[in-house]
């Protein structure tokens, strides 16, 4: 929407003219959302990058609490059978941790997907060429571009985190129950592997935002001229 400013015509002859888009921040999300429904299949496919390495930091953050659990009822059956598991066990150790290996293959995993996110919305960006030059044309601000990618993302990453983070933790719970028995479902206490979904979950939003930041920099920043030239 443009504005003019009449004030002071005497000694300012040339009007200022002011770009401004003036929206609530629920037609932001609408908007957010369409845009989303519109390209279902290609976010899907984001987003499962996404689900699968939350996933798999879910089911090793609950595998350890389970062990945890496990080893605080000081039964040393319970012990020797984590032992047998793979857990490396010192005879003084009170707590399990995940081993390096899984670590390193969490934080590899986690990498990975955040270059998927970057590749999917850079091709998102030259899709949304038309679109975004078409806004810009309108009025639309860089920060209303960026404001809109991220908003995106976040519902992408809202989605994909929640699945992955519960699908990861259920496999885990149901692994160890074959493993170890129904008590590997009441020696854990429950708040702590509510804390490592909670944990999951907030990551895989963290590494959708940080995934999008520099398409949409790329999408605010393109000049409309040049965005509404582009052959589809």
């Not at 200022?16 to 003036?22: D, K, N």
């Not at 692994?175 to 490592?196: M, Q, V, Y």
Request: aromatic share 6%; net charge positive.
């Amino acid at each position: 929407m443009a504005t003019i400013d009449r004030s002071n015509t005497a000694t300012a002859p040339q009007p200022r003219i002011h770009r401004q888009v003036v929206l609530p921040l629920g037609k932001s999300f609408e908007i957010a959302f369409n845009s989303i429904r519109v390209r279902f299949f290609r976010s899907l496919i984001t987003t499962m990058s996404l689900v699968l390495a939350v996933s798999f930091l879910s089911f090793v953050s609950v595998n350890t609490d389970v062990a945890n659990g496990l080893l605080s009822t000081g039964d040393p059956a319970l012990r020797q059978a984590l032992i047998r598991s793979g857990y490396d066990l010192a005879p003084e150790d009170t707590r399990a941790d995940s081993s390096p290996k899984q670590r390193w293959i969490v934080i590899l995993s986690l990498l990975v997907c955040v270059v998927g996110i970057v590749n999917a919305q850079l091709m998102a960006v030259t899709e949304r060429f038309r679109e975004i030059g078409t806004m810009k044309c309108l009025g639309a601000l860089d920060r209303f571009i960026l404001r809109l990618f991220l908003l995106e993302a976040g519902m992408q990453g809202l989605v994909g985190a929640g699945v992955g983070a519960l699908s990861g933790a259920a496999f885990a719970l149901l692994g160890n129950l074959l493993r170890f028995g129904t008590r590997a479902l009441t020696t854990p206490a429950g708040d702590e592997i509510l804390l490592s979904v909670a944990f999951a979950t907030g990551v895989g939003c963290l590494l959708s935002v940080l995934g999008v930041l520099y398409p949409a920099f790329v999408a605010a920043r393109m000049q409309p001229v040049e965005a509404m030239r582009v052959e589809q």
